[in-house]
């Protein structure tokens, strides 16, 4: 894929860059080792005062890197904007938090002298250059959750995003340059996809993280595993969205389009496999169809828009494959289901019932506005099919039964489960998947201690 901003509402080409060659790259690599040296030496109160900076930076350009952002991969403008202050906040948390989080943690007395020592405790150490790889989807803060734990630590940040947000991979080296950070401590680097395993196996990065597809987290663990690396990888979900007989149907229905459609359907944590309780299933398929049905279609620019189009043209022609398999093995179409002709990668919000195990759509990630909806006979129903894919990010239940709470905490195969309410992130709290969507955890204090050298410190009698 070149690297290039691509407007999805028109197909326009606007602004192509050159990939960084051999010599650039290892002057990026040079300056982000001889920046560690000095960045890991700072105090977190150094720090903090950066970081903060950096947040208000975002905040004041919220308007226009939100409108950059709708223009390179398609999201709606207000919700652009919702970005970048979800990432002011964040980055906020970190530099609040970073300090207490990395702590050292005195051993207990006992433990101490049981082991020959007057005193042992754990200090957290930085690593060193950590190699991020990110994607479109969330331009901003899929990066932002990653730059802001990792350079608080103590680390330095190298990242290389997705090849159709340029523009706003630049915007984000230029951030932590304007808010005071070191040359060095956060770099973009503009190459492609090829240039990554080099650049993971040359000695001076230390880790990678890594948010995109299945594919691509293999790869770069594959590299990383023989190199003998740390990795955190987040590689999507398909994460059901069950609604049991006590839920309030009304709110159910009206979160679940939300849930689904949410940066046009183009998101690993949003809902895709709605799983009813046959007792409610048409009460809630009525409520939820027509709510997909009201849902405004049109350029992501225009405030009043819900949805706007799929962030490449490649992604479309997947999303596509996906439903036409669906609807040709037997789905019923209840809305949408059909590409409209025109300019621009849109792709009506579709609800799909009747699934069975033989289509694709079954297993695969639908990453777009596309629901498929399951009626389950009981509880353990619904269980199985939430649990019956290979992803296992998070997942939304919808009861007010305690024992059927304390079940799906129980049984559910996913890094979160989310009662009454749709998944989010939040940088209290750690985010991350099980299965094939992923290792190890971003946000929290589980997220800054992943790219940490874990230190036992111990003092002899």
């Known amino acids: 894929m070149p690297i290039a901003t691509v407007n999805p509402a028109t197909g326009e080409t606007l602004q192509t860059y050159d990939a960084l060659d051999d010599k650039e790259i290892e002057h990026r690599l040079a300056t982000a080792e001889a920046a560690f040296r000095t960045h890991r030496t700072t105090s977190y109160e150094e720090r903090a005062r950066l970081m903060h900076r950096a947040a208000d930076l975002l905040e004041s350009d919220a308007p226009d890197i939100g409108r950059t952002m709708t223009i390179e991969m398609g999201k709606p403008v207000k919700q652009a904007r919702a970005e970048a202050a979800k990432c002011a906040k964040a980055m906020r948390w970190y530099a609040d938090h970073a300090a207490e989080l990395l702590a050292d943690e005195e051993g207990a007395k006992a433990d101490a002298e049981d082991s020959g020592a007057s005193r042992v405790l754990v200090r957290y150490r930085p690593l060193g250059p950590v190699l991020a790889v990110m994607p479109w989807n969330f331009p901003l803060w899929q990066v932002i959750r990653f730059a802001a734990p990792a350079l608080m630590a103590g680390n330095v940040g190298l990242l290389k995003h997705a090849s159709n947000v340029p523009q706003t991979a630049l915007y984000l080296e230029d951030l932590f340059r304007r808010a ?175 699934i069975t195990p033989e289509m694709r759509i079954h297993h695969e990630e639908a990453f777009g506005p596309v629901a498929t909806l399951y009626r389950a006979a009981d509880l353990d129903e619904a269980v199985a099919i939430a649990n019956d894919t290979p992803f296992g990010l998070s997942s939304n239940v919808w009861t007010r039964d305690e024992a059927e709470t304390d079940r799906f905490v129980r049984d559910l195969e996913a890094g979160g489960v989310f009662f009454n309410g749709m998944t989010a992130s939040h940088p209290a709290f750690p985010f991350g998947g099980v299965k094939r969507s992923g290792y190890g955890r971003e946000l929290s204090g589980h997220g800054i201690r992943e790219f940490c050298n874990i230190t036992t410190v111990w003092h002899g009698a």
């Open 180 to 354: 005071g950070f070191a040359e060095g401590c956060f770099q973009t680097l503009l190459v492609g996809s090829d240039a990554i395993e080099d650049i993971l196996r040359d000695p001076r990065i230390k880790a990678a993280t890594l948010t995109g597809s299945e594919p691509a987290g293999r790869a770069v663990a594959s590299v990383a595993g023989d190199e003998v690396k740390k990795t955190v990888l987040e590689l999507g979900g398909s994460d059901p969205y069950v609604v049991m007989p006590s839920a309030d149907l009304d709110k159910a229905a009206k979160t679940a389009v939300t849930a689904r459609v949410q940066n046009n359907g183009q998101s690993c944590i949003a809902a895709k496999r709605f799983i009813v309780h046959t007792d409610v299933f048409d009460a809630f398929a009525e409520r939820f169809t027509e709510a997909m049905k009201a849902l405004t279609v049109g350029d992501p620019l225009d405030e009043g828009s819900d949805v706007g189009p799929i962030a490449t043209e490649q992604g479309r022609d997947d999303l596509t494959e996906l439903v036409d398999d669906a609807v040709e093995s037997g789905a019923t179409v209840l809305c949408g289901g059909e590409r409209p002709e025109g300019a621009g990668w849109y792709y009506p919000p579709t609800v799909l019932a009747d």
